[in-house]
């Protein structure tokens, strides 16, 4: 049984080809890894800045209730109430 240069040329690069695929493999899968911490990183930040536009409208909300309410009780307290 002998095998030929060409023949064992042929199952060197065959070997090596087998190996750039298993590398690539292992590349891909790190670099979806990659892109999946990225991602959550992305969706952490914007729901931190929706929870702070959240809160800044509620802000709003309280101080325009507690204004509305000041005006209502200044406003009340400038009508002369006459007796009957």
Do not use: H
């Amino acid at each position: 049984m002998s095998i030929t240069i060409s023949r064992l040329c042929s199952l060197v690069i065959q070997e090596d080809s087998m190996q750039l695929k298993r590398i690539s493999a292992k590349i891909a899968k790190e670099v979806g890894k990659f892109w999946l911490k990225i991602n959550k990183v992305i969706a952490f930040k914007q729901k931190g800045e929706a929870d702070e536009a959240r809160q800044k409208v509620n802000t709003t909300r309280f101080y325009d209730i507690f204004l509305f309410i000041t005006f209502c009780t200044l406003a009340l307290e400038a009508i002369p109430i006459s007796p009957l």
